[in-house]
């Protein structure tokens, strides 16, 4: 990292720049750095994360004018230069440093504090009446001003700096209330005469106690906060820090970030897959569930692709390494992931508002408040003028508000990543909740994307047919011909030479295998070559009437049967569609395959509405011409094809094993291709947006309750004023309630992986 003082003149091409933050506390101070750097020429974005205490910005601009700006706004930011794991590695440790610095702060205060108010609470003598009183109270005043420098200077330094910039943030709050109530006691104390005798009241044991308790509480939220991180961390921890290359035949464990591109790299069993590569040599069963959530082992052998973070099970691999450092498949969820986690959700614009406006809305109502007290309310006035000030502006530090969405979004995101979500922004988070209409590509998406054959009808031995068959379409390119092939050498079948081998346009083949003439085609090829069909037309049409393409084969001039193929109904698909109706979704399949096969697939799933023959702009007309109804539209895909629609959607859904250009056009990434993945996702962003909204209304609440009740406004039911100590405590719990409920949502389980719909409440 570079310190913001010495940052370098450097320019940065790439769209996004990290930096991290100090002396940034509260959701004031959040609206202020992102007006800062925005002024700063080639920032096109700006995005503050007050819980992780970070900057993130987009576009091309001078990373030294960036910090700069931080720094003229009374903060400090240094660019993030170093690996994620480096990275995380000294955010730990800050941050056990930090919440170590601020316990020690608390029992200093409290040490102070607690026995004050005890004494206090025994004797009820709080009083200044003699000159032996002055002394004594004189000396807990400088030791209470002790604990205002050591324990609490941060919250004055940051006062000042604040002022200096003309603003005001939380820090200005707590200075400003424990330092009144401080100055107050020793004018108590060094001129008892000024006051009348019912007024001399010192409060340093407010002032050591608020000190303490706010102390706690940012402890507290430091200890919560690092736990919201946990999906980073486990993803982090996926890679050992070295690999083990064969180079001149000899094995030779080397760090990580040396291994290059070509390397050759062995992997034995129970060890992690350092890069993402190519098996060249062996076979085993890889565990991808910590990338994919699926939680089955997947069998590799050579020629199959490997990922960096999985898990080899079992054989020993040699495999080339293809993609190393930020550009394997694991690292680029990570980044996606730190990405998604500082974006910000809309429902945040209105905590950000109130936010940027708060602080000085206090100020000027606790002033107001306390003239009020001074003027009209009963005696001591000056006590009480002095508690309700205090009170007022300690319980109204907005920390809780700030920190109520982006909390929620780091702990959402990260569960998402466990099982196999990756959501790329704030938005696609908070929109996915609302949806009311998904639209689903067929092939691959609802299918395996591959065709298989499915039946073989014929009086003779099917084997041997379709040996003949795989034989013939060995020299054929078509797709369906893959599918013949696979089956016989599935079946471990002998494939024979063909000769004569004749591709018929939109007919079929033919040709001789092992001397007997073979025909397999379509209607038209068998009527070309006056072949009568039969009972087979038959059977052929019950096939196609299954969504199911049939081939009728010949041998020698006479029909020797039909088989079938077929693009097969992923297994889990209607489970997924039945789910995802059961959350509210209206399902509709949109598909460039003919009508009659999208029909049979939309039947056997539950799929009410077909939009069949599509080209890839049809997709996207479709989508707007919802969207124009008032619905909110979901797409799922993972074809090039599908890009267009899931760029327009309101959410896009990329399956896993899809396109890069439909990965990248996509709101959410789904490492598993299955149709759950998107139930997973549209159950977390309720959750999630469940989640903060319980958090911005406790926040709401606690401000609106506690800042009436700190100015005085149940004296008259019970005679008595909220005790500063109080409503430090108070304040400082609040944003501690805020953290623990966001952390709520790492027990969020979607209702695929707990059995049933239950969510994280």
């Not at 601009?61 to 993030?80: F, K, L, R």
């Not at 003027?375 to 109520?404: E, K, M, Q, Y």
């Not at 395959?593 to 039947?603: F, H, L």
């Not at 396109?659 to 139930?679: C, K, N, P, Y």
Request: aromatic share 4%; charged share 20%.
């Amino acid at each position: 990292m570079a310190d913001s003082s010495n940052a370098s003149s450097q320019k940065f091409d790439t769209e996004r720049l990290v930096f991290n933050l100090q002396r940034v506390n509260c959701a004031g101070c959040v609206g202020k750095i992102e007006r800062a750097v925005r002024q700063v020429s080639g920032v096109e974005m700006a995005t503050v994360n007050l819980a992780d205490r970070t900057l993130a910005i987009q576009g091309k601009a001078d990373a030294a004018d960036v910090a700069a700006a931080v720094e003229a706004a009374g903060y400090g930011a240094e660019v993030v230069h170093t690996s994620a794991r480096e990275l995380r590695e000294r955010q730990r440790e800050e941050q056990l440093q930090h919440y170590h610095q601020l316990l020690w702060r608390c029992a200093l205060a409290l040490g102070l504090g607690v026995p004050l108010m005890v004494w206090g609470l025994i004797t009820g003598d709080m009083g200044v009446g003699s000159a032996t009183q002055q002394l004594a109270w004189g000396l807990v005043g400088l030791a209470t001003l002790a604990v205002l420098i050591f324990c609490g200077g941060h919250f004055f330094s940051g006062a000042m700096r604040a002022f200096r910039h003309h603003s005001a943030t939380m820090d200005t709050l707590v200075a400003l209330g424990t330092g009144t109530a401080w100055l107050f006691s020793m004018v108590v104390v060094a001129l008892p005469q000024l006051l009348p005798e019912s007024a001399r009241h010192v409060y340093f044991e407010a002032s050591a106690m608020i000190i303490g308790l706010i102390n706690l509480g940012q402890a507290l939220e430091v200890r919560a906060r690092g736990r919201t991180s946990a999906a980073v961390e486990k993803l982090l921890q996926l890679q050992d820090a070295t690999a083990r290359v064969v180079r001149d035949s000899e094995e030779v464990d080397v760090p990580l970030e040396e291994v290059q591109v070509g390397d050759r790299l062995r992997v034995r069993p129970g060890e992690k897959i350092p890069v993402d590569g190519r098996i060249l040599e062996g076979s085993s069963t890889v565990d991808e569930s910590m990338l994919t959530g699926e939680p089955l082992p997947v069998k590799k052998d050579k020629g199959d692709n490997l990922s960096a973070g999985t898990l080899n099970k079992n054989g020993s691999l040699l495999f080339e390494a293809e993609k190393v450092g930020a550009e394997t498949r694991l690292a680029q969820i990570i980044e996606m992931v730190k990405n998604a986690q500082s974006s910000r959700v809309p429902i945040a614009r209105l905590a950000d508002t109130i936010s940027s406006i708060f602080v000085p809305a206090v100020m000027v109502f606790a002033i107001i408040a306390a003239l009020f007290w001074f003027n009209w309310g009963p005696d001591p006035r000056a006590a009480h003028t002095l508690v309700v000030l205090t009170s007022v502006l300690i319980i109204a530090c907005p920390c809780a508000l700030g920190l109520a969405t982006p909390m929620s979004v780091m702990v959402g995101v990260g569960k998402g990543a466990e099982h196999g979500v990756l959501v790329r922004n704030g938005k696609a988070l908070q929109q996915a909740s609302d949806l009311t209409t998904l639209l689903v590509d067929k092939t691959g998406t609802l299918t395996e994307g591959a065709p298989k054959l499915t039946d073989i009808e014929t009086d003779g031995d099917a084997d041997e047919l379709l040996s003949l068959l795989a034989s013939l379409e060995r020299r054929s390119e078509h797709p369906l011909a893959d599918a013949v092939v696979d089956a016989a050498r599935d079946r471990k079948l002998d494939l024979y030479d063909a000769e004569d081998f004749e591709a018929v346009t939109a007919h079929g083949v033919s040709g001789r295998v092992n001397g007997q003439q073979i025909l397999l085609g379509n209607r038209k090829l068998m009527v070309r070559e006056h072949i009568e069909l039969g009972r087979w037309q038959a059977c052929a049409e019950a096939l196609s009437a299954k969504g199911r393409t049939a081939m009728y084969a010949a041998v020698d001039g006479k029909l020797a049967g039909v088989i079938a193929v077929a693009d097969p109904i992923r297994e889990d698909a209607k489970e997924a569609v039945a789910r995802l109706k059961r959350l509210g979704l209206r399902i509709e399949m949109l598909t460039g395959d003919n009508r009659a096969s999208a029909e049979a697939v939309a039947r056997q799933l539950g799929i009410e509405q077909v939009h069949a023959d599509l080209l890839p702009e049809d997709k996207e007309k479709i989508v707007g011409e919802l969207q124009q109804k008032g619905a909110r539209v979901g797409m799922a895909g993972d074809g090039i094809n599908d890009a267009p629609a899931l760029a327009r959607a309101d959410v896009g859904f990329a399956m896993g094993a899809g396109t890069d250009v439909a990965i990248e056009t996509a709101d959410v990434t789904l490492m598993r291709s299955s149709l759950h993945g998107v139930a997973d996702a549209i159950e977390l962003s309720k959750a999630t947006l469940r989640n903060i909204k319980q958090n911005l209304f406790g926040a709401f609440i606690y401000n609106t309750l506690g800042i009436p009740i700190a100015a005085g406004a149940l004296y008259p039911l019970t005679g008595m004023l909220l005790s500063p100590v109080i409503a430090g405590a108070a304040m400082a719990f609040s944003s501690v309630t805020v953290v623990s409920n966001a952390n709520r949502l790492r027990l969020f389980k979607p209702s695929s992986v707990a059995g049933n719909s239950e969510e994280a409440k």
